[in-house]
């Protein structure tokens, strides 16, 4: 159950008092370095960079809404014992870096992929995310370009804080890079299987702001306003009359966020609902991969919009072996 935020308040003081009081270890030489990261694609992305020479924990769980998140008292041992946290930054983690700076050790970084991979002038702006809120869209992961330069800064950052195993980090960021770009190909031909005017996506929550304009794709509209509540009557007409005049054949939800709102979207512009994209929420075995996420995405995405599902089938979803 998450705390209040009156209790949260209250619990990051006391706890940073006791780790004043008893402050913790740095890691041993020779330890695994311990790594805590928020939420599933970047854990997994550092688990195969990281490979055998680090222990990832990730703090957001499958399948939990990474914008609404608060850590819980279990969280803050976790980050206190950390040597390096890793988040993905422009506003998605805030009340987990609050936490994590007040308890974290003192040589321990924090690493912000995203606002290290683009400039301020680059940050999305969307229905979800108003530039007047002042929080920029930080989906950066689906457009698989950006999630390289992800694995460029990790790899640097892991080389940096444990240079013993700099050979297993260069060489595992390698490998993954090279799955990653046949990831990114197929992606490309995936769209080239959907007809021009249907490459529109009308999402729930804009998750793919990032990944349209690589890939050649329009983000039509998201649904869901930026207080993560349900969007109002004026805005739904809005959307079922879009969805009519560009004769849209499908809008994507996602299970993190169930929406009733979709499915009368749907009936009533005459669309297909389908609630199975997934923005962070990582595929059941043997799948279990950022890549396996966005395969079924793909596969997913192509088949409603009239494309060729196939055009993943010979990507490589494995993470790679410890």
């Known amino acids: 159950m998450k705390i209040s ?19 913790v270890n740095a890691a041993e030489p020779n330890s695994i370095l311990r790594i805590v990261t928020t939420v599933p694609p970047i854990t997994n992305i550092v688990e195969n960079v990281g490979g055998a020479n680090v222990d990832v924990v990730g703090i957001v769980p499958n399948g939990i ?6 850590p819980v008292p279990a969280d803050a041992k976790i980050l206190a014992d950390a040597d390096i946290i890793i988040v993905n930054g422009l506003d998605l983690e805030l009340p987990t870096i609050k936490l994590a700076e007040k308890v974290k050790k003192s040589g321990t970084p924090i690493i912000h992929l995203g606002n290290s991979t683009l400039k301020k002038e680059e940050w999305q702006y969307d229905f979800s995310f108003p530039r007047e809120h002042g929080h920029p869209n930080p989906h950066l ?3 698989i370009a950006l999630t390289m330069r992800y694995v460029e800064i990790i790899r640097d950052s892991l080389v940096e804080f444990d240079s ?10 390698s490998t993954y890079l090279t799955k990653l770009k046949q990831l990114d ?7 080239k299987t959907i007809p021009e005017k249907n ?13 349209a304009p ?4 329009q983000v039509v509209a998201a649904i869901q306003p930026a207080n993560f509540t349900e969007p109002g009557p004026r805005e739904i007409i809005r959307v ?17 966020f169930p929406s009733k709102v979709m499915e009368q979207i749907a009936r009533e512009s005459g669309a297909k609902f389908i609630d199975e994209l997934s923005d962070d929420e990582l595929p059941a075995k043997p799948n279990n991969s950022f890549i396996g996420m966005m395969v079924n995405n793909m596969v997913i995405m192509s088949d409603a919009l009239g494309g060729d599902p196939n055009c993943v089938v010979n990507v490589d979803t494995s993470n790679l072996a410890h």
């Open 5 to 23: 935020q009156l209790n949260a308040h209250n619990f990051l003081s006391f706890f940073a008092i006791l780790l004043a009081l008893n402050p």
């Open 65 to 70: 809404d990474s914008h609404t998140f608060e």
């Open 141 to 143: 992961w689906p457009n």
């Open 164 to 173: 013993r195993h700099k050979k297993s980090y260069m060489a595992n960021t």
């Open 185 to 191: 190909e197929a992606i490309f031909s995936c769209v």
């Open 199 to 211: 490459r529109k996506l009308i999402t729930y929550h804009d998750s793919f702001a990032y990944f």
């Open 214 to 217: 690589r890939y050649g794709m």
């Open 240 to 256: 079922i009359e879009q969805i009519k005049k560009e004769k849209i054949p499908a809008i994507f939800g996602s299970e993190v």
